[in-house]
């Protein structure tokens, strides 16, 4: 390969897709392939993941080729937490056989469907030194860290999800967006104690604290989650993109974040502007609805310019 001919192969830009189980990643992947396939992107999907099986989409490279989860645990005995953790470490030691898959394209950009286990990207290394390895083979690529919305509207278990995000960025040393996904069923989950700002930028979590020690449950823990929301807003890296994957406005939001955090929107290879990515991808075949009736239920008057700041970018 690239090492045997000493020629450096050429940028190749993408997104790892990553967070915890039943976030929605496999549907984000389907859904972001089809929007980047409308804005004439030549897509390539990469199913990390041993455990996932019959795919929605078609994936070019699946590792499920080089090692399985079932097969894991009926021929070493290990339970579904530690079979996954073994495929992963199986797959870091054979990435001679990634890196043959990988190179078979060119000029592509890449969707890394990831292993849902929370572990991986927060204590374990094997996932860790894979990307790093991508890197070195001139991979630019942005994590993509999926979150379910209803999260938001319980005040521990947001804290919960900021602590995990704040670890898995500090873990993983990949470009970060953090995503809000399935904004289009949050409401199902109760209305929100805060608008959807103060959830998305992560605003001054004191507030949060009140509304949490009103549970006689959570008040004894006052002092810890205190401690904990210090400790995220100390760092300050923290923050989401609400993601409705039916939505283009929503779709096009997550991808100029992903594009800036990568470096993909300073090539020369697709003009990227707004309006560019907006009339590209009207022949996508999407049900487009609107986040925007959500969010509005959320927002303050003083906010009601988001369309037209959207639009002046």
């Known amino acids: 390969m690239s090492a045997q001919t000493g020629v450096q192969p050429s940028l190749r830009f993408g997104q790892v897709v990553i967070g915890p189980p039943g976030s929605g990643k496999t549907t984000y992947c389907q859904g972001m392939r089809e929007f980047l396939t409308g804005l004439g992107r030549k897509v390539v999907v990469v199913n990390m993941d041993p455990a996932n099986e019959g795919t929605p989409y078609s994936c070019a490279v699946d590792i499920g ?11 070493l005995k290990l339970g579904p937490n530690g079979g996954l953790l073994y495929c992963m470490e199986y797959v870091e030691a054979n990435l001679d056989w990634l890196e043959s898959k990988l190179a078979q394209f060119s000029d592509c950009y890449f969707l890394f469907d990831c292993p849902g286990q929370v572990e ?5 290394s094997s996932v860790k030194n894979i990307f790093s390895q991508l890197a070195k083979w001139n991979f630019r690529l942005t994590a993509v860290h999926l979150v379910d919305s209803h999260y938001c509207a319980d005040p521990a278990k947001f804290i919960s999800v900021l602590c995990t995000s704040l670890s898995t960025m500090l873990h993983v040393e990949l470009p970060h967006v953090n995503v ?4 289009d069923l949050i409401e199902q989950y109760g209305r929100l104690a805060f608008n959807l700002d103060f959830y998305t930028e992560v605003m001054d979590l004191s507030y949060l604290l009140d509304h949490l020690a009103a549970d006689p449950f959570f008040k004894k823990f006052r002092h810890l989650n205190e401690k904990l929301a210090e400790v ?19 779709m096009v939001q997550v991808l100029r974040a992903v594009d800036k955090a990568n470096g993909y929107c300073f090539g020369d290879l697709e003009e990227r502007n707004l309006q560019a990515m907006m009339s590209a991808a009207v022949g996508a075949d999407f049900q487009f609805s609107s986040t925007l009736g959500v969010q509005e239920r959320y927002v303050d008057t003083s906010r009601k310019t988001v369309e037209e700041e959207m639009m002046e970018l």
């Open 65 to 75: 080729e080089l090692v399985t989860l079932d097969d894991v645990m009926e021929n």
């Open 120 to 124: 991986l990207y927060t204590h374990q």
């Open 232 to 250: 995220v807003q100390d760092y300050s890296l923290v923050s989401f993109v609400p993601l409705n994957v039916q939505d283009k406005d929503s």
């Open 180 to 183: 809000l996904s399935k904004m």
